[in-house]
């Protein structure tokens, strides 16, 4: 059962412009939405995570934007650089239950120089 | 990734054999979790662990895999009379408690079968 739906599985960009990747979760129980980067042969990062009470969140380049109502989320990469080539991952958990937390299956990212 | 120590980063068995996997959490974190992830695909839930006690393995097939996470030591992630099926890249991560919390993952070991 897949509760957390990301696309698209692959995306390609040039250097500068803004790749967006999109979430959606089922369970109206989840209440944490983290963003990992994940670079060949290492383990997934954390980037920026969201909870449900506010709509958007800023950290650097990256920006979470968070629709409750339609549930779902998304990840916006602004001025992307090539060093952002990486595979991306959204996932959500939901509070009180022992952290069972819940991956998309990813979307690689290529940026073009 | 620096804090959650995995080893051995890269394991080789043949079909039959056992595969211990070790982690040690990052300073601090009482809470252990193991993911699978196969190639091209995202991360697959095993088991979750604290200190002597296995939470939640609802993820973990019900035959030759098990889990600890002992008072002293690091996590294990056994695996045992391994199959081809069974090669994948298997991340361990950490946190420092209950509830929704970022998990801070090590860099996996990646496991082959011969």
């Known amino acids: 059962q897949q509760q957390v739906k990301q696309s698209p599985q692959s995306l390609i960009v040039q250097k500068g412009g803004i790749p967006i990747i999109n979430c959606a979760y089922e369970?109206?129980?989840?209440?944490?939405f983290p963003w990992y980067q994940q670079f060949p042969g290492k383990g997934p990062a954390l980037l920026i995570a969201?909870?449900?009470?506010?709509s958007e969140k800023k950290e650097g380049r990256f920006t979470i934007s968070f629709n409750k109502s339609a549930k779902q989320f998304s990840l916006h990469i602004m001025d992307s650089q090539p060093g952002d080539s990486a595979t991306y991952f959204c996932a959500a958990s939901k509070r009180g239950n022992n952290n069972d937390m819940r991956f998309g299956a990813g979307t690689r990212l290529t940026v073009k120089p | 990734n620096a804090g959650v120590m995995q080893n051995p980063r890269h394991l080789v068995r043949r079909r039959g054999q056992e595969a211990r996997l070790r982690c040690s959490p990052m300073?601090?974190?009482?809470?252990v979790y193991w993911y699978r992830q196969l190639p091209e695909e995202g991360l697959k839930f095993m088991v979750y662990l604290q200190k002597e006690n296995i939470i939640d393995e609802s993820g973990m097939p019900k035959e030759r895999f098990s889990a600890e996470f002992p008072k002293e030591g690091p996590s294990i992630l056994r695996i045992q009379q391994v199959v081809r099926g069974d090669s994948a890249a298997y991340f361990c991560a950490s946190s420092p408690g209950d509830g929704p919390q970022p998990q801070h993952f090590g860099d996996g070991t990646r496991l082959s079968i011969l």
């Open positions: 969201i909870r449900p009470d506010v």
């Open positions: 369970n109206t129980a989840f209440d944490y």
């Open positions: 300073k601090g974190h009482s809470h």
